[in-house]
């Protein structure tokens, strides 16, 4: 059965920073591309970044430059390291997992539960 978790949220002020974890179990977490997604009150959920099997990483617009991707395939966990944040970034993160998909679209196989980030304005 295949479980993401993930872990780290929390109030940061804005300007701060935060790292968020996704431990994976169940797969072959080196042969899956992982994704973070968010969604905020009230509002659709969206795409943040992706980072593939081979390590390439991809970002919205909204976060490039301050939110950096990365895994670690011994631990089968991936990060989301938070740098510069702002209020508008204050969301549910989720991440997601698939065998296949590696993009912007919610086209993953598995999701976590979520982890709740908060920036106060």
């Known amino acids: 059965q295949v479980q993401l978790v993930e872990s780290g949220g929390g109030l940061v002020q804005a300007g701060g920073s935060l790292r968020l974890s996704c431990a994976a179990s169940g797969l072959t977490f080196r042969q899956y591309n992982m994704g973070w997604f968010r969604q905020a009150p009230g509002k659709e959920r969206e795409f943040v970044g992706a980072i593939s099997w081979m390590s390439t990483t991809q970002y919205a617009d909204s976060v490039n430059g301050r939110f950096t991707i990365s895994r670690d395939n011994a631990k089968n966990l991936v990060y989301l390291q938070m740098n510069s944040l702002k209020p508008e970034d204050t969301a549910v993160y989720y991440c997601?997992?698939?065998?296949?998909?590696?993009?912007?679209?919610?086209?993953?196989?598995?999701w976590g539960q979520g982890t709740q980030v908060i920036v106060p304005s």
């Open positions: 997601a997992a698939s065998s296949g998909y590696y993009g912007p679209k919610d086209s993953y196989d598995y």
